[in-house]
């Protein structure tokens, strides 16, 4: 008897009668999954908070009319039918969820994490956001006010995090490469870079 | 990180999205039968939804069979593909001996 589990045995079957009817082929789910996990990715994402780091005309183009940002440069993955960048700042942290269903930024994003449709995010980020973002390792002080945008088919929003301390000498580059998915849904707050040479 | 290495999808800044690799496979199968204009992807969406809301027990929740759930009723609804044929082949599937396609 096979090992698998009755679910992979559905999907594998599922995916052949598709197949045999003519209506997919393994080809195109392949490129669906490498298209999301390697091409889309959060490294776009990342690329515009690098860029409105260091250009404030960007930022603001970006917290005014991130569509059009997204729309011009061509991010492969679509699904972005409107892109709402939201700034944190040291007295405002935003977060991002979506209480219905699962709507997140893909083409800037890539694919959601496993936590974003859980449930319990789903509900309590709305909920007691201190405390799950306390929970998720975001400690926030009293005096920052935390907003939750909760994303829908029409909109999806998308975290601008703070630029973390120790970076100035950073180009766009590298800054791109400290930018976290989870620091652009809200659930993380990028720490500053240890300076080589200074840290033990 | 929970199976890593077992799919360890390449992505620059985030993280292992998928447990088992059937999951990527029914996302893709869905993304792939949008493209080609089978349903919308709000057709889908909707779907989704609704299996989503019907659920209660938060006990076990599983977000792809939800996922797997929707795609084949949506499938229904067009009168595309019969749950009796997945039911068949699912059967027959299971069925074979183990270690028939490791091709990975």
Not at chain 1, 119 to 126: M, N, T, W
Not at chain 2, 16 to 21: L, S
Request: aromatic residues 8%.
């Amino acid at each position: 008897m096979s090992e698998e589990s009755p679910q992979a045995i559905r999907a594998e079957a599922l995916e052949s009668i598709l197949i045999e009817k003519g209506l997919l082929t393994a080809k195109a789910v392949d490129d669906v999954i490498a298209l999301y996990s390697e091409r889309v990715g959060p490294l776009n994402g990342a690329r515009l908070v690098a860029r409105a780091w260091v250009d404030p005309q960007f930022k603001k183009q970006l917290l005014t009319d991130a569509t059009s940002i997204v729309e011009s440069l061509g991010f492969e993955g679509g699904q972005v039918e409107k892109l709402v960048v939201v700034e944190n700042t040291d007295k405002v942290h935003n977060a991002v969820v979506c209480t219905l269903c699962s709507c997140y930024p893909w083409a800037v994003l890539g694919l959601p994490p496993k936590w974003y449709k859980d449930p319990a995010y789903r509900s309590r980020i709305v909920m007691e956001p201190r405390q799950v973002l306390a929970e998720m390792g975001v400690g926030l002080g009293s005096n920052v006010e935390i907003q939750v945008w909760d994303s829908s088919a029409e909109i999806r929003y998308m975290v601008l995090p703070v630029r973390p301390p120790g970076t100035q000498n950073l180009n766009e580059e590298q800054l791109a490469e400290l930018v976290t998915r989870d620091s652009m849904i809200g659930v993380e707050v990028l720490v500053g870079v240890e300076v080589p040479g200074e840290a033990s | 990180m929970e199976l890593k290495g077992l799919i360890a999808p390449p992505m620059a800044n985030g993280d292992v999205v998928f447990d088992e690799p059937w999951q990527s496979r029914v996302f893709g199968m869905a993304r792939a039968l949008c493209e080609q204009g089978m349903f919308t992807w709000d057709e889908f969406r909707e779907q989704l939804i609704l299996q989503i809301g019907s659920f209660t027990d938060d006990g076990d929740y599983q977000y792809f069979i939800h996922f797997f759930d929707a795609l084949t009723l949506l499938l229904e609804k067009k009168q595309l593909f019969s749950k009796d044929e997945l039911v068949v082949l699912s059967e027959q599937l299971a069925a074979r001996p183990h270690g028939h396609d490791h091709s990975h």
